[in-house]
């Protein structure tokens, strides 16, 4: 539970002091190079969901992350995992869940601000949380190749 919620609070905090920063110095849609032409910092004030999508449906995209961040409460619980690598990812995803509910509910948008050429701009919780099912996925497979047959309990036949 501790490399859960320490990640969660990494990100969360990550998340709101980047997007805070990031409202201070710039105005809605200055965009700001930084390499190359290829990345930039660019404020944008994102109403949907991800690339924008749905844009308008707040109560919606709040339902859904409140419903997102019971889930994985109760996954981490459920399963008892004490793998820290399973924790980690949770815990990235717990984070950027709760940094972007957290635009949504004070902002009524979530703050969007990197921008890499040719493709939506995002934000620390974004990233956070596609890190975290990556970070998922691959620790899901080395547990089922570390175990195998791990998935089903044996269970004694009670006819």
């Known amino acids: 539970m501790y490399w859960l919620l320490g990640m969660a609070g990494f990100i969360l ?51 859904a992350t409140v419903i997102a961040v019971g889930l994985i409460l109760f996954y981490h619980l459920q399963t008892k995992e004490s793998n820290a690598w399973f924790n980690i990812a949770l815990g990235l995803e717990l984070g950027g869940a709760l940094g972007n509910l957290i635009d949504r509910v004070s902002l009524g948008w979530v703050t969007d601000f990197v921008h890499v050429t040719h493709f939506p701009v995002f934000n620390v919780a974004d990233s956070a949380i596609v890190s975290g099912v990556i970070l998922l996925i691959i620790a899901m497979i080395v547990d089922i190749r570390r175990n195998p047959g791990k998935e089903e309990p044996d269970v004694p036949d009670t006819v």
């Open 13 to 63: 905090a990550a998340d709101q002091a980047t997007k805070f920063a990031l409202r201070a110095a710039l105005e809605q849609g200055q965009t700001i190079p930084l390499v190359n032409g290829w990345l930039q910092l660019t404020y944008v004030r994102n109403t949907g969901a991800a690339f924008g999508l749905f844009s308008h449906r707040q109560p919606l995209f709040v339902i």
